[in-house]
């Protein structure tokens, strides 16, 4: 049997406030209702492919994730900050081209999207305990949990959650009290032996310019040159009165 989504050949979509892509419109719009549906831009794409690598230890299989996104590309720019985009059978992963993917959510519950959020948590659940030394291992319900729980105060509040920020939420999960697996322990400030970040030329060029980044220390420098300069200026002014000849007394009349 066809896919549901085979009628599914181009899509309208809008750039919102929160700097998302969502559809507007699509060639479909009796299965696919367009009100709060988010699709995943090509910048965010590579992203969550770069955050999948980590997972292919741990069982990550691609075709899952694959069946669970309709490609699309740039057709048209409509203007007003609105794109027409059409359907594509490019690879996510191999394509050259730079693509949008809309997730298959016509059946929430069961369907290929519903699937990948089930595997992503499995995979991601499966590597922290690996790395990880919890004092009981985490369970795939107690990360659900906690995610339906953030995403339920986004819906309390009126907000549509983003496909990338609901693939995100998953692929970044840490449970409280331990850090991320891809960043370094927050340090200790210990003075001069914290770590600055590097600046290129322009930008420390820029800083060493500006007058509000000076330091106390360098103030009280130049108060004590200015004193300096005043003491040299007044010890000038009295040789120079003893070089010169005596004032002339006024005559009596």
Same mark, same amino acid.
């Given at each position: 049997?066809?896919?549901?989504?085979?009628?599914?050949?181009?899509?309208?979509?809008?750039?919102?406030? $929160?700097?998302?892509?969502?559809?507007?419109?699509?060639?479909?719009?009796?299965?696919?209702?367009?009100?709060?549906?988010?699709?995943?831009?090509?910048?965010?794409?590579?992203?969550?492919?770069?955050?999948?690598? &980590?997972?292919?230890?741990?069982?990550?299989?691609?075709?899952?994730?694959? &069946?669970? +996104?309709?490609?699309?590309?740039?057709?048209?720019?409509?203007?007003?900050?609105?794109?027409?985009?059409?359907?594509?059978?490019?690879?996510? +992963?191999?394509?050259?081209?730079?693509? +949008?993917?809309?997730?298959?959510?016509?059946?929430?519950?069961?369907?290929?999207?519903?699937?990948?959020?089930?595997?992503?948590?499995?995979?991601?659940?499966?590597?922290?305990?690996?790395?990880?030394?919890?004092?009981?291992?985490?369970?795939?319900?107690?990360?659900?949990?906690?995610?339906?729980?953030?995403?339920? &105060?986004?819906?309390?509040?009126?907000?549509?959650?983003?496909?990338?920020?609901?693939?995100?939420?998953?692929?970044? +999960?840490?449970?409280?009290?331990?850090?991320?697996?891809?960043?370094?322990?927050?340090?200790?400030?210990?003075?001069?032996? =914290?770590?600055?970040?590097?600046? $290129?030329?322009?930008?420390?060029?820029?800083?060493?310019?500006?007058?509000?980044?000076?330091?106390?220390?360098?103030?009280?420098?130049?108060?004590?040159?200015?004193?300096?300069?005043?003491?040299?200026?007044?010890?000038?002014? =009295? $040789?120079?009165?003893?070089?010169?000849?005596?004032?002339?007394? &006024?005559?009596?009349?």
């Amino acid at each position: 049997m066809a896919k549901a989504t085979s009628t599914l050949e181009w899509c309208a979509i809008r750039l919102g406030e $929160d700097h998302n892509w969502w559809v507007h419109e699509t060639s479909d719009p009796v299965r696919w209702d367009v009100d709060g549906l988010s699709i995943v831009d090509p910048r965010q794409v590579a992203h969550l492919i770069d955050l999948v690598e &980590a997972l292919r230890d741990y069982g990550f299989d691609q075709d899952v994730f694959e &069946a669970a +996104f309709i490609p699309f590309r740039i057709e048209k720019d409509l203007g007003s900050g609105k794109v027409r985009l059409k359907r594509m059978k490019d690879s996510l +992963f191999e394509s050259d081209e730079k693509l +949008f993917a809309l997730a298959d959510t016509l059946d929430e519950e069961n369907g290929p999207y519903a699937d990948l959020l089930d595997h992503l948590t499995r995979c991601r659940v499966k590597m922290l305990n690996d790395l990880f030394e919890f004092e009981s291992k985490l369970t795939v319900d107690e990360v659900e949990d906690e995610i339906r729980e953030g995403q339920n &105060a986004s819906f309390i509040e009126g907000k549509a959650i983003h496909t990338f920020e609901e693939l995100t939420a998953i692929l970044d +999960f840490m449970p409280a009290g331990y850090e991320s697996d891809d960043e370094a322990p927050a340090k200790e400030v210990h003075g001069e032996d =914290e770590d600055l970040p590097e600046l $290129d030329e322009a930008e420390e060029e820029k800083l060493k310019n500006d007058e509000s980044l000076k330091w106390d220390e360098d103030e009280d420098g130049d108060e004590e040159e200015k004193d300096d300069e005043e003491k040299k200026k007044d010890e000038d002014e =009295e $040789d120079g009165d003893e070089d010169a000849p005596p004032a002339k007394k &006024a005559r009596k009349r």
